[in-house]
């Protein structure tokens, strides 16, 4: 199989040598950076743009908040839907680590014994790229730049062929929008009867929220009515 990468007659092993070839040629300590950011960091960094969306939907406190939030909601609930539908894919595919298969690969993770394809990882990172693409354009874009670098991540760090990681996007992007409607359908209810919940409604709008800033602005302005309604009293 080395050989067929080396002549170019299998695009995926030999993609895979070519991405994998930079690791070689690469210092030790950007390696283990790759390594840690392909392996963990990417992964966080999209849970931690999930977070700062919520956060910034519950300070704008728009009418649509709950529908927002249930948004944000299904993005890491699409990528724990999509995780359990590989273990199926993988037992059937059975396809083995390219390291098991391959010689010469510069493996920055050890300990891979499980399958390949597809890629957890890459499914992982593309559903909740676009589970938060749904909830927001601006913060979506991102998190999908942030899904095709932990793919090629992945390949880099000589644990998945480049369709391993191609299936993982398509994957997650499947479930994320596939079952959207359903997840919309049961979950903005229950973010609007959170957010009318006493207790729990901070979570889906700020006090500061448009709600509750509309309703403030109307006790003065009571207050300037009935002020005025008693000047006129006097002045009668």
Known sequence: MAGLAESGSNPDVELLY??????????????????????????FALILAVV??????????AEDAASSVAALVWAPL??????????????????PRPFKQ????????????????????????????VGLFVANRKFGLVGIGLALLEGFCRVYMGVHYPTDVVGGFALGTAVALLLS?????????????????PRGGWLIRSRGGSRGGGGEALIPGARKESAGAEERDLAA
């Open 78 to 95: 699409a990528a724990a839907v999509a995780v359990l539908v590989n273990v199926p894919i993988r037992g059937f595919v059975e396809r």
């Open 52 to 61: 700062w969306c919520w956060w910034s939907v519950r300070r704008r406190g």
């Open 18 to 43: 070519d991405i994998n070839g930079l690791a070689k040629d690469a210092p030790h300590w950007f390696d283990r950076v790759m390594g840690y950011v392909g392996e963990y960091g990417l992964l």
């Open 102 to 129: 391959h010689q010469g690969l510069e493996v920055l993770v050890s300990g891979k014994t499980d399958y390949s394809f597809v890629s957890d990882h890459a499914t992982i990172a593309m559903a909740l790229g």
């Open 181 to 197: 409607p359903l997840a919309m359908a049961l979950l903005t209810p229950l973010m609007s009867a959170i957010e009318r919940s």
